[in-house]
């Protein structure tokens, strides 16, 4: 059965402080945002999550029809993308397509997928393009105040395959998936679980080598962990290898080369080999190696697993062994 959902963005100023949402039904959505960004942004982001929700979900094989209001995200993912991936991602005037990270997360996720675009018609009475917007336009509100964005229930792995508003509900329970929270939420100061509050922001540094395409990998993931939780990330560059474009332009001044930092035994070696390495905490770890770099909420997910195991005493690492037959 074909799903159907409405995909919206909202953003105060725009560029400002900006949210996502995307909509099935009452006991199916979900919202984010960021402090400063763009309505076209939430807009690519709320696409981007509700294939990534359906995929978690185990309902990829199901065909899925996105309702937006944006003319901009259904051209670009509709018509413009082929040919902008034939030029290297540039237009056809030789300029550089904006929000490529999120056009090649979303390229990605719908490849062997059955997606439909539809476009409708904003603030005209939609019942779900209007519940879309005002879950995005709820997340901007809240962020802008200093609050969190209303996460929504999201979509339960195994949930209903209903066609969304007006569809018979096969599960009665709200879907009440796991709660992600960073390390510095999830521990008091002796390691014990605790309620999470809001404290300080979780803080990481990232030394990396751009020769290294684990370390580039690794950055990318850091990068849109970055733009999706509330997280100071502080990078550091070594190597004489030039970072690549779209990290450059993510990372901007805020990448130092590792000759402005006070050197330190952290600081990684140049080579092509060389992983990136993560302190958090205080605890220094060579890693992730994961490619291709995971985005949007699976970015997430992967930061929040590895801050709970930086937070477990003794815990030194963990490495898949492909070697290994599986039983």
């Known amino acids: 059965m074909t799903i159907t959902a409405a995909a919206d963005g909202s953003a105060l100023g725009n560029p400002g402080p900006a949210g996502w949402a995307w909509y099935i039904d009452e006991a199916r959505w979900a919202a984010g945002g960021w402090e400063h960004s763009t309505n076209n942004r939430g807009e ?3 696409v981007l999550e509700l294939l990534e929700a359906t995929a978690r ?6 065909p899925l029809r996105v309702l937006c209001d944006s003319q901009y995200v259904i051209n670009s993912v509709t018509k413009w993308m082929p040919g902008w991936k034939r030029r290297g991602w540039k237009k056809s005037d030789g300029r550089p397509v904006l929000n490529r990270d999120q056009l090649e997360a979303i390229d990605r996720a719908l490849a062997g997928r059955d997606v439909r675009f539809d476009w409708v018609k904003g603030h005209a009475g939609h019942e779900m393009n209007e519940a ?13 105040a200093g609050r969190p964005a209303p996460a929504g229930p999201g979509l339960a792995p195994g949930g209903p395959k209903t066609s969304g ?4 509900e096969t599960a009665a329970a709200r879907p009440t998936g ?18 999470p509050t809001r404290g300080a922001r979780p803080s990481v540094r990232l030394v990396l080598d751009p020769a290294s395409p684990v370390a580039v990998a690794t950055a ?3 990068a849109d962990v970055a733009r999706l939780r ?6 550091t560059v070594t190597g004489t290898a030039p970072l690549p474009d779209d990290l450059r332009t993510l990372l901007g001044a805020s990448a130092r080369p590792a000759a402005d930092t006070a050197p330190d035994r952290h600081d990684a070696p140049a080579g092509a080999a060389t992983p990136a390495l993560l302190v958090i905490g205080g605890r220094v770890f060579r890693g992730p190696v994961v490619d291709p770099a995971p985005t949007g909420r699976a970015a997430v997910r992967l930061w929040d697993a590895l801050a709970l195991l ?3 005493p003794g815990f030194r690492a963990i490495e898949r062994d492909d070697a290994t037959a599986r039983p």
Do not use: M, Y
């Open 178 to 195: 796991p709660r992600f929270v960073s390390v510095a939420d999830a521990q008091t100061t002796d390691g014990a679980p605790r309620t």
């Open 165 to 168: 508003a007006g569809g018979a």
């Open 132 to 144: 879309a917007d005002q879950r995005a336009h709820g997340a901007a509100l809240a962020i802008q």
């Open 220 to 222: 990318r993931w850091l």
């Open 44 to 46: 690519l982001q709320a």
């Open 230 to 235: 509330d997280l100071d990330v502080h990078w």
């Open 310 to 312: 930086a937070g477990v």
């Open 57 to 62: 979900a185990g309902l990829a094989d199901e």
